[in-house]
């Protein structure tokens, strides 16, 4: 066998490698029912997580109210306190504040992302807005649950600070 013989036949065989290992990749790879079923999962046990860090929350601050929020903006939880107080002195009436917390995980994108979303105002001030993703393929419970723990945290403490 010559020299041009065997050169035809390593580029064949390096051919047919490739084919091989970009079959394997297919066959690897997630389908989008698959990564629709890990967001899903993933949705829910972080809701999970808001509810019980936003319910405990507004166990320690009398006045405000939880409520389960669903829309296309995502999935997740706020709570929510309106406080009347005598105006500045020296002037009649009443000044309304309105504090509010919320934390949604967004729908389903071609991005195929986890992503939580936080807004915070405290007394008619926005205070927090936080965004926090991760792939599909890489997602980790444990650090998605951490972050939501320290943005209710952080909002406690502004919260107690401002009340």
């Not at 319910?55 to 009347?84: H, N, V």
């Not at 995980?105 to 071609?110: D, E, L, M, T």
């Not at 926005?126 to 209710?152: A, G």
Request: hydrophobic letters at 35%.
């Amino acid at each position: 066998m010559n020299f041009d013989q065997r050169l035809e036949r390593a580029i064949e065989r390096g051919q047919r490698q490739r084919d091989a290992e970009s079959r394997d990749r297919a066959l690897r790879a997630m389908t989008d029912e698959e990564y629709r079923n890990v967001h899903s999962k993933s949705r829910l046990e972080l809701s999970e997580h808001v509810e019980v860090g936003l319910r405990k929350l507004a166990d320690y601050f009398p006045g405000f109210e939880y409520e389960t929020l669903m829309s296309a903006d995502g999935w997740g939880a706020c709570i929510r306190r309106d406080d009347l107080a005598p105006g500045p002195p020296g002037t009649r009436g009443m000044v309304h504040g309105y504090s509010h917390l919320e934390m949604l995980v967004r729908p389903y994108s071609a991005a195929r992302i986890v992503e939580l979303v936080a807004r915070g105002a405290i007394r008619n001030k926005e205070v927090l807005s936080r965004s926090h993703f991760q792939q599909l393929i890489q997602v980790d419970m444990d650090s998605f649950c951490e972050v939501v723990d320290q943005w209710v945290l952080e909002y406690a403490e502004k919260f107690s600070a401002r009340n």
